[in-house]
Structures are given as structure tokens and as C-alpha cells.
């Protein structure tokens, strides 16, 4: 087992037999790529801002780099479904479908979202790839989806808190501590029956 | 369940000493005049910390984003520890921690000069920094410098990426993280410019800048690539002095000697890797001890 990265006080670690990356902590809430694919509530709203989560903070509407959170209409706003519903991204996206589909839905998936550093660090391919959350014994599977920014570590989709019953709220959701991460680089996650491809950089 | 509630008055009588009121709430509801201490800012001697409080009574469930600035109820403030004295408020801050419970997608990271003289307080929102101040409690002061760290880092990639750089600079998303004074008037901080989701362009630096002109402003003496991440030997002298600041002095001297005795057994070992195990083990070791402290103080 070897030390890949040290994020804020977590220490990430590879074993070297099955590559499994792991590390315990915290857990932060990413609604990013619910886009009302399953009949939920879209992440993210425009203008009004009252979607699950804050399109300022989280997704750095207007003034940050927020074209790679939120789909671009091409004049300088978010796209929306014609009903302020702003469509939103995940690392991972499926080949072929439509802004509306391609996106991971954090409301039905659940997925890990993992830190830059973790994914640069890691042996083998780590978007699309198994994951297991576990959290005051109880564990879900999920796929590795979605990047966070270069301070987070350890973050979990919305349907990934509410099967381990941790709060799921993108604003104030998400819990301090006693989160076990683990996933497996270069092994493809099947979740909800989906299969998922391996996506490099 | 939080016991960690001070009285203090109105959160605008900033040179208040206060007396210290132990209330225990059924559910996470922030009262009005009562002052919540972050209890992992305390600084290594113990006698300061950063502290929040609210100007009306609010539900967790309610309490709003750092980052609304208009109307926020929530200010941030550095505090004797001792006497719940304010020292200064934070200008525009507006962090909570209430309950276990924190905004999503934000953090507040503070480190203190050994000296415990100086605090510096990163504030960061998912994507980048927007606050950073420079706190000197001798005087006491906070000074807002996220600007000045910026305007360095862009003059260093500028300089040492040319093109690279210039072809995404309109894209990028900058944020500070891991400070470290390595000296009572020099810190250290991580600097990371990225474009959110996407694994290039990234561009790691650590920068190195010297606190000037009494504390009014900060000049970068220093810069070199980094691998973003905390080494293991920093990871452990945070956590130690963490730990510190929360310890009685006897357990401080106590700790000191187990220091020691540890430094001395991690000297023996040859092998880098072996020696890297070691530290970071050492390191999870006193981590636990810290967040068993955090959590009583904390009434979690």
C-alpha cells in the first residue's frame, strides 16, 4: 500500500494488490448532472437561483469558470429547459446522448467525486470506474463521476447520501467525518444496472 | 446537542468581556448573542481562536451560504479564548459550523505563526478563494490580502508559464490552501490554478511571502512548482500544533516529551519510504487524539 496523495489532513492511499484506492473522511454534497433525467428536481436554476443547490457557490455563476459546471447557451447564460431548469456537467459524461441525458443524475446515481490530485495520482483509469461508500455500516455501490475542486476531498452524490443516510441537501448537506471511500481504478461500475465506460482525461 | 455557547452580548460591542454561559440546546438553532468557537482555529498557546456568532436566533436548516453578502446574519470574529473577549471582526466573513453541521462546499482553514502572535484564515468556496485574511492579535488587526496572494501567482504564471498560461488565464479558477508560517513574519501558502472538472490546465505552486510594513501588507519573496498536496512531515507539525493549542500544560509538556521519544525513533529508519509510513502513521495517531478533543469541546 502506498501514500498518493495527502488532501488537508486526509492521507489517499493505493494498495498494491487490486489498486484499490481508499481513504476515510468527510462528506460533501454535489447535485452536478441532475438534469431532470429521472423525473427529479434539476441542480441548478436560472435566474432564480432556488434550485438544489446555489448556482453562485457551487456552480461560480456569473464570475468564476462556471461553462464547465453549467451548460453554455452561447450568449453568456446557463441553457435551460425553457422553464429556468439550468442543465448541468459531470466529468463523466455518456457518448451519443443529449444535454439532457448525458450527464451523471446525482439524484438517481450513486456516485464519488474525486479530488484532481487523487485522480492524477491514481493507477489506472479512474472516471466511470466501481466505487463503495460506506458510512455507520451501511455501504453503496457507486461509480467515480464527477471532479471536485482541489480542496475537496471526499463527496458524494445526492442518491449516494440517501442511501447512507447521511443529510443530502447540496447547501447544507453532508456530514463532518466517518466516511469510508474506496474504488478501484480501471474496473468499469455497474450501477442501476447501467454499465459504465472507463473515460481517461 | 452543543454545549459551546458564550454569551457575549451585542455581536457589535467587540471589546466585550464576556462570562462564559454553558447552555445546552435541544436542536441545532443558532441563539442570538451567543458566540461559537471554531475549536480547530485555537492557536498553539491556547489563548485565541476564531469564533462566529449570529444577530438573530436561526435554524440550522436556515442559516445562509457564505457566500451571501447581503443581509448575512452570521459574523466571524478572532477571540480570546479564555474570556471570550473579541479581539476583531472579520470584515464580510460569514462561516458557521454548527452542530457538526457546515455550509457544503465551503471551508475555512487558519494556521498561526508558532509565536501564536499571527493567524492566517483562507476562505474557500468549491472552485477558488475568496477571502484571505492576516490576522495580528498583539495589535489586533485582520487585514484582507486574497488579493495581493492573487496578483503574485498570476505575475508568477505569467512569468514562468508565458503561453500556457496565457491561453487559458481567462478560464482559470485560482484558490490558496495548506498556509504555513515558516517564520513569525513569513508564510507560507499552496496556490492552484484550474479550470473546474477538467484535469489540464493545472498549474501547483507554493508560494513564499514575507509580512511587511507592520502587517498593512504582504510581498511574495518566493515561488516554486509544488505538487499541490501537504507533505507528510507538514501534515504531522499541523496536527501537532493543533493539538497543542488545546492541551492543559501539563498535557503540552507531556506531548513535548512523547515528541521527542518519536523523533528519535523516526531518525533510526533508513529507508525514505519506510520513514514516510511512519510519519503519516504518526500523524493519524495524533489526528485521532485531536478530533476526540474537537468533538467533547464541540458536544458531539
Known amino acids: ?50 434550485g438544489l443547490d446555489n448556482i453562485h457557490g457551487s456552480a461560480g455563476f456569473p464570475n468564476g469558470d462556471w461553462q464547465s459546471i453549467l451548460v453554455p447557451d452561447g450568449s453568456g447564460h446557463p ?50 470506474s466501481k466505487a463503495v461508500v460506506t458510512y455507520q455500516g451501511n455501504s453503496v455501490d457507486a461509480v467515480v463521476a464527477d471532479v471536485s475542486g482541489p480542496n475537496d476531498i471526499g463527496e458524494i452524490s445526492i442518491a ?29 461500475a455497474v450501477v442501476n444496472g447501467e454499465t459504465y465506460l472507463l473515460q481517461r482525461a | 446537542m452543543n454545549p459551546a455557547l458564550y454569551s457575549i452580548g451585542s455581536c457589535h460591542r467587540l471589546a466585550l468581556t464576556v462570562a462564559f454561559v454553558s447552555v445546552w440546546v435541544a436542536s441545532a438553532i443558532a441563539e442570538e448573542s451567543q458566540l461559537y468557537v471554531f475549536w480547530d482555529t485555537v492557536s498553539p498557546d491556547g489563548k485565541y481562536a476564531m469564533a462566529w456568532s449570529t444577530s438573530g436566533k436561526v435554524a440550522v436548516e436556515n442559516l445562509p451560504l457564505p457566500d451571501q453578502t447581503t443581509g448575512n446574519p452570521v459574523a466571524n470574529y478572532v477571540i480570546e479564548v479564555a474570556s471570550r473577549k473579541i479581539l476583531v471582526r472579520l470584515p464580510e466573513s460569514h462561516y458557521w459550523d454548527l452542530d457538526g453541521r457546515r455550509p457544503n462546499h465551503f471551508s475555512l482553514e487558519t494556521v498561526w505563526s508558532e509565536n501564536s502572535r499571527s493567524m492566517l484564515a483562507i476562505y474557500n468556496s468549491r472552485w477558488s478563494t475568496y477571502a484571505v485574511f492576516l490576522v495580528d492579535v498583539s495589535v489586533p488587526k485582520a487585514i484582507r490580502i486574497e488579493n ?93 500544533r493543533k493539538l497543542q493549542g488545546l492541551l492543559s500544560a501539563v498535557d503540552q509538556k507531556s506531548l513535548a516529551e512523547e515528541e521527542r521519544a518519536w523523533l528519535i525513533k523516526r531518525d533510526a529508519i533508513n529507508s525514505e519510504s519506510e520513514k514516510k509510513a511512519f510519519i503519516v502513521a504518526r500523524a493519524a495517531e495524533l489526528q485521532t487524539r485531536l478530533q476526540n478533543i474537537l468533538e467533547t469541546r464541540e458536544g458531539r
Open chain 1, 1 to 50: 500500500m502506498s501514500t498518493i496523495a495527502i488532501i488537508g489532513s486526509v492521507v489517499v492511499s493505493q494498495d498494491d494488490a487490486d489498486d484499490r484506492v481508499h481513504w476515510q473522511s468527510g462528506a460533501a454534497i454535489d447535485a452536478d448532472g441532475a438534469n431532470g433525467q429521472n423525473g427529479n428536481p434539476f441542480a441548478y436554476r436560472y435566474p432564480t437561483n432556488d
Open chain 1, 79 to 128: 441553457l435551460t429547459d425553457g422553464n429556468g431548469n439550468a442543465y448541468s456537467q459531470t466529468t463523466y459524461t455518456w457518448p451519443g446522448r443529449s444535454v439532457a441525458t448525458r450527464a451523471v443524475d446525482a439524484t438517481a446515481v450513486p456516485y464519488v467525486v474525486v479530488n484532481p490530485h487523487v485522480r492524477r495520482n491514481a493507477k489506472g483509469i479512474v472516471i466511470g
Open chain 1, 160 to 188: 449516494a447520501a440517501e442511501a447512507l443516510g447521511i443529510r443530502s441537501s447540496p447547501r447544507t448537506g453532508g456530514v463532518d467525518s466517518g466516511v469510508q471511500f474506496e474504488f478501484w481504478p480501471g474496473t468499469p
Open chain 2, 148 to 240: 495581493q496572494l492573487e496578483a503574485s501567482f498570476k505575475q508568477t504564471l505569467r512569468s514562468t508559464q508565458r503561453r500556457h498560461y496565457a491561453k487559458y488565464r481567462d478560464r482559470l479558477e485560482v484558490m490558496f490552501r495548506s498556509p504555513w508560517f515558516v517564520a513569525p513574519e513569513r508564510f507560507y501558502v499552496t496556490a492552484n490554478a484550474s479550470i473546474p472538472k477538467q484535469e489540464n490546465p493545472n498549474f501547483d505552486f507554493g508560494l513564499y511571502f514575507q509580512i511587511q510594513n507592520g502587517g498593512t501588507n504582504v510581498r511574495l519573496v518566493k515561488s516554486e512548482p509544488s505538487s499541490g498536496e501537504e507533505s507528510a512531515d507538514r501534515l504531522l507539525n499541523r496536527t501537532y
